[in-house]
């Protein structure tokens, strides 16, 4: 499994999120984007289809943007994802 999370540094979600992967041994990778946040929206939301606000964290699942940490929770608790 693949799992990729753009985050910033003050996000309390992202935070979240990233304890939450950390607290079930799910390896993935963190791309900080403090300093260059605007571009980087603009990038996620062209890459991924998504209209209106992009929000952080962004987290995406073998190419497959699962949406932020309430979304990330909702599949884990559904069973959509197993880790």
Same mark, same amino acid.
């Given at each position: 499994?693949?799992?990729?999370?753009?985050?910033?540094?003050? %996000?309390?979600? %992202?935070?979240?999120?990233l304890?939450?992967?950390?607290?079930?041994?799910?390896?993935?990778?963190?791309?900080?984007?403090?300093?260059?946040?605007?571009?980087?929206?603009?990038?996620?939301?062209?890459?991924?289809?998504?209209?209106?606000?992009?929000?952080v964290?962004?987290?995406?699942?073998?190419?497959?943007?699962?949406?932020?940490?309430?979304?990330?929770?909702?599949?884990?608790?559904s069973?959509?994802?197993?880790?």
């Amino acid at each position: 499994m693949n799992v990729e999370i753009y985050t910033l540094d003050y %996000c309390p979600f %992202c935070k979240r999120a990233l304890a939450f992967l950390n607290d079930h041994n799910v390896k993935f990778t963190q791309y900080k984007i403090d300093g260059n946040e605007d571009e980087m929206r603009k990038k996620l939301g062209k890459e991924f289809n998504i209209e209106g606000d992009v929000t952080v964290p962004q987290i995406i699942i073998d190419g497959k943007r699962i949406g932020g940490y309430t979304d990330l929770i909702a599949a884990h608790e559904s069973g959509e994802l197993k880790f």
